[in-house]
């Protein structure tokens, strides 16, 4: 008798495993399936990834279905399509000695038609994520009102993609009378909170340490002036050049404007969120998923579901309204066992909600600084240097070799090297030397500080009737902005002034232009800008461009009403010629013209590299 006959699987089962080669069980399995196929219980397994988790599930499942009924008895939830297909997959070769037994995968970005059609034939056991899933109940297209089989399949990362209200909504459209099983590699508050709220006392496996979260992930935060948080965010990349990453901000808009200024600045870049139309999003995760796109900025709502593994960097451009969406957004990196780096870009008055997302998640944040001109020189140059040790030499070039080497005679290899080298380097020397230091100076722990924060004057006063605190309470409410978001209010006879944090002092200075109260024009003006801090260029990735943007570095950096249409990528610099297939995602923009004259090494390296 084999291990599997051991923990009571029958004879289909053996072959089937056999078939596959599996000879032992593992240890997940072992404890899982023996109760699984005995009881009827509900239960929460938990297990890294990799140890066999479908297979815990899927054996006794499969021995569990009545073949002679073609009705729905089995529903696997699973976060992506990807998993959903490698589940179908997985059942269907266990159960390849069952007659009649038939799964069926259901997952968006298919045809909900022809899904449809697979479980009117018949579907013993369906597999899905929950968004589509959801809408094919909700259409009635499919039954799963005499399941008695739920199976919550990596159930952490469904909650981090935040399926919770799908999840709940399909399980409210099952009968009570079933059994749930759960499985997860970790066991974070929320799967905690899903197995109280739809299991009865489940029994709990757990195989290794049980972890308590994404603990892959570490979690940074920087500190910058409001103004230069895009200036950082390029830093940022440009210290990580094999970053892969999802950038997070607040608003479409804002998700919009950075995607473009990156795109602009010569980065794989692209924007999602919810003013694109669905062939757009389609597009812009196609080249995502394929890595044409190293920088894929999003809102919240757009990344839902964002399925892709080995994201390398999440950035918080800005932080969540809700801290607690802080988790579904560090989720997206640190998958399949991979770790992951989340960032946040904070301002100083920001500083204090890191400790109410270091209680949320149960880890702290280490406080990085910003790199500066030297370092991201020094990244960059390693980071050619061994990319071209790993290069294969293709051998075209041999022909041409005889006369690029009359060139170089004479050149001893140290000089060859520093002149090959200093193509790249010189590039990034000269954007980044003098740039300036871009995390914040001073205390941090004051919330109140001049330093981020914008002083405004507003030409009404004691005179309309209003003091400090009538002031602000209409600041606040013109402004929908917080308590602590407006002060210093101080108010003059015909006019007053007030502080609100830099990164809103656009906003103010939009929903002011314009502005009538009680049928008087009102007029609001930027009074004094923080004191003396020069901006810097940050990074970048295209040739030579430094100079001529400098003064372009435009509108986040500083409240400026000319909106956009002064933009224009004009002299912007010999571009890498960067393959830009994020076009569609970033609102039609045409793509730049490519290949000039400095067709840089490191771009056809990223050319290369987005083949992958
Ligand atoms: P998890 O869901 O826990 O991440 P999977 O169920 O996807 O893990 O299994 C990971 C890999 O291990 C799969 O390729 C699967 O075929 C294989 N596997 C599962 N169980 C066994 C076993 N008992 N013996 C050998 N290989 C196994
Ligand atoms: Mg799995």
Not at 387 to 393: G, H, N, R, V
Request: a positive charge.
């Amino acid at each position: 008798m084999n291990n599997f006959e051991l923990i009571g699987l029958n004879d289909a089962l053996l072959q089937a495993i056999k078939d596959m080669g599996f000879e032992n069980p593992s240890e997940v399995q072992e404890k899982a399936i023996p109760i699984l196929l005995q009881e009827d219980t509900d239960m929460v397994a938990l297990a890294q990834t990799g140890t066999g988790k479908t297979a815990a599930f899927g054996f006794p499942l499969i021995q569990k279905i009545n073949v002679d009924s073609r009705k729905t008895q089995g529903l696997i939830l699973s976060p992506t399509r990807e998993l959903c297909l490698q589940i179908t997959n997985e059942l269907k070769n266990y159960s390849k000695y069952f007659k009649g037994l038939n799964t069926v995968a259901i997952y968006g970005g298919a045809s909900i038609t022809d899904q449809a059609a697979q479980i009117k034939k018949g579907a013993q056991i369906i597999v899905a994520t929950p968004g589509r899933m959801q809408d094919m109940v909700n259409r009635r297209l499919v039954d799963i009102s005499n399941i008695q089989y739920c199976i919550l399949d990596e159930a952490d990362e469904m909650l981090n993609m935040g399926f919770y209200e799908d999840i709940t909504e399909i399980l409210s459209h099952t009968p009570s009378e079933k059994s749930t099983w759960l499985f997860s590699a970790t066991m974070p508050k929320e799967v905690a909170t899903i197995a109280k709220k739809f299991m009865r006392t489940p029994v709990e496996i757990t195989v290794g340490t049980k972890n308590m979260g994404t603990s892959n992930v570490s979690h940074e935060y920087y500190i910058v002036n409001a103004r230069d948080r895009y200036a950082a965010l390029k830093r940022l990349a440009d210290a990580n050049p094999d970053i892969f990453s999802v950038i997070f901000c607040r608003t479409k808009r804002d998700t919009q404007k950075v995607a473009e200024q990156l795109i602009e600045d010569g980065y794989n870049a692209a924007a999602l969120h919810g003013d694109l139309s669905q062939n757009q999003r389609d597009l812009v995760m196609k080249s995502f998923r394929a890595r044409q796109i190293q920088m894929l900025v999003a809102t919240d709502v757009a990344a839902r579901g964002i399925d892709v593994d080995d994201i390398t960097h999440v950035i918080n451009y800005q932080l969540p309204d809700e801290i607690e969406t802080y988790t579904h957004r560090s989720g997206r990196t640190g998958r399949a066992g991979k770790s992951g780096v989340s960032m946040v870009i904070v301002s100083k008055s920001e500083v204090r909600k890191i400790k109410g997302i270091e209680r949320i998640i149960g880890q702290s944040f280490e406080r990085k600084e910003i790199p500066d001109g030297r370092e991201i020189c020094e990244v960059q140059l390693f980071h050619l240097a061994n990319e071209i040790s790993k290069t294969e030499i293709n051998h075209e070039i041999d022909k041409y070799l005889p006369s690029i080497a009359e060139l170089f005679e004479g050149l001893t290899k140290e000089e060859l090297l520093k002149k090959f080298f200093s193509v790249e380097f010189t590039r990034f020397f000269n954007y980044y030397n003098n740039a300036q230091d871009l995390n914040a100076k001073g205390s941090t722990e004051v919330y109140e500080d001049e330093g981020d924060s914008t002083r405004f004057f507003i030409n009404v006063g004691a005179k309309d009737d209003f003091d400090w605190m009538s002031l602000k309470d209409f600041l606040k409410a013109t402004l929908d902005l917080g308590r602590d978001d407006v002060n210093r209010v101080e108010v003059k006879d015909s006019f007053s002034f007030f502080n609100v944090d830099s990164s809103k002092a656009e906003e103010v200075l939009r929903i002011f232009q314009d502005f009538k109260h009680q049928g008087r024009h009102i007029n609001v003006e930027i009074t004094k800008k923080s004191a003396g801090k020069e901006r810097s260029g940050g990074g970048g990735r295209k040739g030579g461009g430094y100079k001529g943007r400098d003064k372009g570095e435009r509108s986040f950096d500083k409240p400026s009403r000319g909106g956009d249409k002064g933009r224009r990528r004009s002299s912007d610099a010999p571009s890498g010629g960067k393959r830009r297939s994020s076009d569609a995602g970033s609102g039609g923009r045409k793509g730049k013209k490519s290949g000039s004259r400095s067709s840089s090494i490191e771009s056809s390296i990223k050319r290369r590299r987005s083949k992958k």
